[in-house]
């Protein structure tokens, strides 16, 4: 049986220094079915690069765009044909085994529309950067670190659910091969809060789509002064509410696919704590010394009745309320019959139906 086509769509802007690596790793991958849609808005030279490659290798397909960067992701993914699509970011690369492992993962866990690899952090020459500070940035960094070694699906809402505790799940769209069918299912990536709205799309997934995780491959996200989140402050007041009004579409967006008892759960209680939460810390950041203190002394009489229970959960050395919410959202799905959310995603397991836990480490 012939392996299924890949839509390898590359968004195009101004990466001219980088897209010879970026396009290597992909002419390199051990899966061969794929097709590479490459829509570009440049006026560095890569449009050139573009048309080389095109003549090279009739698989290229190249398109001019209007500039924007989720007009340019949107347009790849309507043009796809393949039965998957991977966002090939132009200024990134992966493992030559990157699409193989993950196609094989979707392939054989028909119940899953997403699988998710590591990520390693590159600079502007390709070199890793070990101690980034973003590798503790996703939710399983706060949480359970070990899961993401391990193969294992996440079955929806759990992912989406994540995203409450304002942590990321996935550090780079490029951690993910996609199966088409989802953009059906819930629509195209949203551009109106600027680079930051890849959150929103993926937490509109993880509420309605299960995922495979498969640690033995990797993408990479290269950090250079010039990529599109360099410019974002992510401590800022501005930042913080395009968070909450992501997390609040999406929620909205996604209500009349979500078990009755898990909307009512959001309205019962998750959305409010969570989103006193997010404001709490989101304030905590913002402030040194001090001020810091002052600020956590006048929440203990503030009206946030969350911010108050967290800080006498810290005052009695308990984990920060991003530590703790995952395991308690696991429990709670469970509680409703809809677990367990994590379970083993070998494939050996899938087949015979095997559905165990895996419990934080």
Same mark, same amino acid.
């Given at each position: 049986m012939s392996a299924p086509l890949v839509s390898v769509c590359l968004p195009s802007f101004n990466t001219l220094p980088f897209l010879e690596e970026r396009v290597d790793t992909i002419l390199k991958q051990t899966h061969g079915n794929w097709e590479m849609l490459v829509v570009d808005s440049s006026d560095d030279g890569s449009w050139e690069f573009f048309e080389k490659l095109a003549r090279r290798d009739g698989r290229v397909s190249i398109a001019r765009a209007p500039r924007g960067l989720y007009e340019s992701w949107n347009t790849c993914i309507r043009r796809a044909q393949g039965k998957y699509v991977y966002i090939a970011t132009s200024d990134d690369t992966m493992a030559a085994d990157c699409l193989q492992k993950l196609t094989a993962a979707l392939e054989t866990n028909g119940d899953c529309d997403l699988a998710s690899c590591a990520l390693e952090a590159i600079d502007k020459d390709g070199r890793p950067l070990r101690e980034h500070g973003w590798r503790d940035a996703t939710v399983f960094g706060h949480w359970n670190p070990g899961l993401l070694k391990r193969q294992h699906v996440r079955r929806a809402p759990f992912d989406g659910l994540l995203h409450l505790t304002g942590c990321m799940v996935h550090l780079s769209v490029t951690q993910l091969l996609i199966r088409r069918s989802l953009f059906s299912r819930i629509g195209e990536f949203d551009g109106r809060w600027g680079s930051p709205?890849? !959150?929103? /799309?993926e937490m509109r997934a993880g509420l309605v789509a299960n995922t495979i995780h498969i640690p033995d491959t990797w993408a990479t996200w290269r950090v250079h002064a010039k990529n599109a989140t360099a410019a974002m402050s992510y401590c800022s007041a501005e930042y913080a509410g395009k968070i909450e009004q992501m997390l609040a579409d999406a929620v909205e967006k996604c209500r009349p696919d979500l078990p009755a008892q898990v909307v009512a759960g959001l309205e019962? +209680? /998750?959305?409010?704590? +969570?989103?006193?939460?997010? &404001? %709490? %810390? #989101? &304030? $905590? !950041?913002?402030?040194?010394?001090?001020?810091?203190?002052? %600020? =956590?002394? &006048? =929440?203990?009489? #503030? +009206? &946030? =009745? #969350? #911010? !108050? $229970?967290?800080l006498m959960h810290r005052l009695q050395g308990n984990p920060k309320w991003a530590s703790r919410a995952p395991g308690e959202i696991q429990t709670w799905l469970d509680t409703l019959g809809l677990g367990p959310v994590i379970r083993d995603g070998s494939a050996q397991a899938s087949a015979a139906g095997n559905h165990h836990s895996l419990v934080p480490a």
């Open positions: 709205g890849d !959150r929103h /799309w019962e +209680s /998750w959305l409010d704590t +969570s989103r006193q939460m997010r &404001s %709490y %810390y #989101a &304030s $905590l !950041r913002r402030l040194t010394g001090f001020r810091k203190r002052c %600020y =956590q002394l &006048s =929440q203990l009489f #503030a +009206s &946030s =009745q #969350a #911010a !108050r $229970l967290e």
